[in-house]
């Protein structure tokens, strides 16, 4: 009864877009670019919600074997080609693409908000060159982050792990004429590079330990009971399981992972690449860089929660590196005056927050924020991007001001996001992040540091948010654009759309979501059947509380009284300075790894291998060559004498040859017929002739 | 009177062909060829070719010899000069000479297979010929069998001529065809 | 007297072609006059020739005696060739020293 959802239209669609905007787009008129660019993403969104309802809404028909009414398509549900990609002894490696609960969710995100920024993009990046490589980019992007979801196995994950960082890469560094844009993308690449090394080292481990790195299997092989019946000539008998590995191996490879995670989604300390990132293009900064690309690390984890799960150590590094990152970015989003910037360090700190709920085995509430964060990060992003195109590319927030009569669609949507954010009930982050919040008290004595840090990084997040929505909107404008740009259609739409999103996202609740999602991320172990009310009420007013404060103090320090904020600054100028440089994080990478890795490559490398040891040994081969042929060409002297002389001397050769060592005949000096020698001689006598001329 | 006849003349052939190395002028070495020629022919009598013997003083000692003779003249060559030489010639070409003779010399001397000539006594002739003079038979092969290599050989005889003509011709030399 | 009919054997006729076939090489190797050095080209192919025409006797071929036949009509359209050179590249060189003559050096 299962009908075939083609999944695997739905990353090719993408790529189809991607090669066609990609090979012809500069000879493409622009609308039929646009049309190639947002039919893709449309038909992935289309056939991703066909895969929803056909796994979801029940089909009236009831099944005669079952005898209940039956989803027409049952989860997990993969897809599977026939021919293997790898099959080399014990490993076994298919192209398996795979949709159950989890994955449906990351989809639909993924598409849905994917989507959308492909209308906006439209409107921004009307005017700009590189129209169509830019849609082409976004298409290959979508590609591989499809393929990233729907993977069945760790190592087709991986391969749009890896491709989502090229695209990351070329995106960032989309105005590559900009020296900070390439050097951007080249960051980029690289710490993600480095995240990379650590999830491959995972995959061998799994590889090793498990024997095979397909999801599904993994999990089984932790469901599995040690011992099972066999049935062996008809006769029942227990039979030993296959041994899980030890803890500590489990651990290392979940560690291993974590790096992978960390430097995908911009965690201590791999984040340095995200706020450099932001010098490409808005709509990129939203798409990948918000909503979708930094959540692959939180995927990864929800992904392979079963072998989290059995190393509580690892478990336990995830919340508190997620902890640290959240309260950290927070604190230097505080003194950005790039209104790009301050977003970039909101993103880190709410990724911090879903491995902060990953930490403490909250799956459900992580992805949940998940969702509810790319509705309204991107937003953020959309809207930061409004306005920048409104002043004309300006992005300092001590330029802006009292753009709320300019973009009152812009305003509108903005204050939305500023107070999901800030987690204002009944918007959409409340519900989310008070749930991660729950679970870190609840997890045990060190969940209570944990809630406790990430109720300081909530009233962080409300006063930078704030501040930003000051500075931005409120107030007298502070400088007079040349231009009036206007923000056409195409970018007010998605805006509006995701404003809804983020106002009724978190209306399903935690509780019916996660019982959504449980069939493919397991009941968090130490959930009690009843969630204790009272507590959650009692830390939902701290939440709401200190979101008013930070709005409190925001207002304090830049609506009422501006000058107030400069003069708290002056107070502190060494806090200040520190804060406002990201504590010199960049700085201190570059002096600690970069330096020396440049001055490694260039001395060592470069002068010992390279022209040292290599070009010495190319000299030397070319030495050899020219002292050889500077020998040979002595024997070319043009003097008849001595090739004469060379002459006899092999044709003497030769006749010692023959007479020796020649024919397997038997011919030796005593049985040797003259005749031979009689027509050598004569052979050497014309030779020698015709030297004479 | 074979023996005698062969150490004379074999004699004659060595100190001939000693003469021309030692000599300078070329024309000193031109004569003392003849005298190898000369020689040689009445060798090729003692073996019973009597129409190469014939042939040789005709072609080599009346013609060949003549027109070396006659192109020293033309180059007024005169004695040798002590030129710096070539050390591979000396070095390397005399040890390859040595050996060359020393093989040669063993192969024929430790043969087995070789008899005697007998004075006097042509090349044996097969029954149906005409008449068995040397000369009869040499042609009836000549003529017969190898018609073909005879008459290319007249057109590589005319073939030298020219091109003889060609290259020693006055203007000859530096690439421009005068007329 | 027995001593005066005794029939030379074969190899001393092959002995001599031998000696005067080096002794052309040598000449060959040692000349430094264009024309003597042809002229021991010519002393080589007649050794050739005696120890074909001594061939010839000793296998009764009378092959052996028309092969040298073909031999001394090719020398002789050798040397008619080879002497228009030698006066060709003493027009150019002005000289008939082997070791002057050097054109084919790299």
Known sequence: MTESLHLWLIPILPFAGFLLNGVLGARLPKWLVSAIGLLAPLGSFVLVVNAASAALITAPKTCAECGSAAASVAMPYAETWSRPWINLGTLHVDFSFVIDQLSLVMLLVVTGVGFLIHIYSVGYMGDEEGYARFFSYLNLFLFFMTVLVLAGNVLLMFVGWEGVGLASYLLIGFYFSKTSAANAGKKAFIVNRIGDFGFLIGIFLLLASFGTLDFAQIAARFSASPFHIVIQNGAPSLSHGPALPSTAVITVICLCLLIGAAGKSAQLPLYVWLPDAMEGPTPVSALIHAATMVTAGVYLIARTHALFDHAPVALAIVAFVGAATALFAATIAVAQNDIKRVLAYSTISQLGYMFLACGVAAYAAGIFHLVTHAFFKALLFLAAGSIIHAMGGEQDMRKMGGLRNRLPVTFATMTIAVFTISGFP??????????????????????????????VTALLTAFYMFRLWYMTFLGEPRSKPEHHHSTPLSMLVPMVILAALSVCGGWIGIERFSAFLAPSISAPRARAASTDVQLELVLTLLAVTVALLGWFLAHRLYSSKPERAAQLAAGYPAGYKLVANKFYIDEIYDAIFVKPLMAFSKYILGWVVDTAILGGIAWLLAGIASFTGAILQRWQSGNLRS???????????????????????????????PQTVYKVTHITTLHLGQAGH | MHLILFLLFAGFCLA????????????????????VMTSLAVLYLLLGAEFLAAAQIIVYA????????????????????????????????????VALLAMLATVVLRSSGLGAAHLG????????????????????????????????????????????VALARAGHGEGAPTK | MTFLQHDVPFSWYLLLSAILFSLGVVGFLIKRNLITVFMSIELMLNAVNLSFVTFAREWDMVKGQIFVFFVMMVAAAEAAVGLAIIIAVFRARATLSVDRIDLMKL
Not at chain 2, 69 to 92: D, W, Y
């Open chain 1, 426 to 455: 009944p918007l959409a982050a409340f519900y989310s992040k008070d749930a991660i919040l729950y679970a870190a008290f609840v997890h045990g004595p060190a969940g209570k540091l944990l809630w406790f840090v990430g109720l």
């Open chain 1, 643 to 673: 090739y004469a002389a060379w002459l006899a001397a092999g044709a003497a050769a030769i006749l010692i040859f023959v007479l020796l060592w020649g024919s397997p005949h038997g011919w030796s000096l005593t049985l040797l017929h």
């Open chain 2, 16 to 35: 001939g062909a000693i003469n021309l190395l030692l000599q300078t002028h070329p024309i000193n070495s031109a004569l003392s060829l003849i005298v």
């Open chain 2, 62 to 97: 009346g013609a060949v010899m003549v027109l070396f003779t006659f192109v020293v003249m033309l180059l007024n060559a005169g004695r040798e000069e002590r030129t710096l030489g070539s050390r591979a010639a000396s070095r390397v070409g005399f040890p390859a000479v």
């Open chain 2, 121 to 164: 006594a042509g090349l044996a002739t097969p029954a149906s010929a005409v008449d068995s003079s040397n000369l009869t038979l040499l042609s009836t092969v000549l003529f017969h069998e190898l018609l073909l290599p005879f008459e290319v050989t007249s057109v590589l005889i005319l073939i030298a001529i020219l091109g003889a």
